[in-house]
């Protein structure tokens, strides 16, 4: 398994910057899965790019992601499932949407994703107790995906969205928002990665890695250390990489993880 040499290339700077290629593309590989384990993404999976869709605000509907006849044939499927509207019928459909994207079918997950969003919508945040956090995890479930589908601009308002819906409700004192602000700044920060963005991906994954140590997230600091070494990577940053990646490490060790970083 390929190793970085941490003490002797941050002991050595001529030496990091010649060996800064070869390690991208190491460390790269390393990172992403790394963090799609973090997050329960889909591991080694090809992206399905996706064209031409419109960043709509509110109840904005990503509609030209489904023309292709099989996707709009699972969208149809899985809205005609949800049936009487409740948190069970949103775990349900949640749950299709994650089991879609464990076997790799992005553009089934992807509809399934944005059929739960319209009928989040179409529902209301007061459609019953939980509703609003529900709704706010559409958005961040449909931002996710729609990323993964290859259009990290047009995830953006998604995640955007979300990321304000939680933060109001963590606003009122739910901890399991205060968690998914950080989750959904680290989801902003690969969209801003992919789009070249690196300053602001940087600021996202920092403000991210902020907010998981205020709750003790431990994992997620140090997924969130992994990304954001990445992006000092690509700005040439080699010993902030390095000290990014020693401190997932150390993270990963303390929570009696060594493995996931051998």
């Known amino acids: 398994k390929p190793r970085f040499g941490i003490d002797r290339l941050a002991h050595r700077a001529d030496q990091a910057q010649a060996r800064t290629r070869g390690a991208l593309h190491r460390f790269l590989a390393f990172t992403h899965q790394c963090a799609d384990r973090g997050r329960r993404r889909v591991e080694d999976v090809d992206l399905v790019l996706i064209d031409n869709i419109p960043t709509t605000r509110g109840g904005g509907i990503v509609r030209n992601a489904f023309e292709h006849k099989r996707g709009r044939a ?22 299709a949407v994650e089991r879609l994207q464990g076997l790799g079918n992005l553009r089934g997950a992807l509809a399934a994703a944005q059929a739960l969003f319209d009928r989040c919508q179409q529902a209301g945040e007061n459609a019953y107790g939980v509703a609003a956090y529900d709704t706010a995890l559409a958005h961040w479930m449909l931002g996710r995906m729609v990323r993964l589908g290859g259009a990290a601009q047009a995830a953006t308002p998604y995640l955007q969205s979300a990321q304000r819906r939680f933060q109001h409700l963590a606003d009122d004192g ?42 003790d997230y431990r994992r997620g600091v140090a997924v969130g250390n992994l990304q954001l070494a990445t992006v000092r990577l690509y700005q040439r940053r080699v010993v902030a990489a390095l000290a990014g990646y020693a401190e997932a490490r150390r993270i990963f060790s303390d929570l009696n993880e060594p493995q996931t970083l051998a």
């Open 74 to 95: 699972v969208r149809e499927r899985a809205s005609a499932q949800l049936g009487t509207w409740s948190h069970q019928a949103f775990i349900a459909q949640r749950a």
């Open 174 to 215: 739910d901890s399991d928002a205060e968690h998914m602000v950080s989750t959904t700044l680290a989801e902003q920060g690969d969209c801003l990665r992919a789009l070249g963005q690196l300053d602001a991906a940087a600021t996202a994954y920092e403000e991210s890695i902020r907010r998981g140590e205020k709750l």
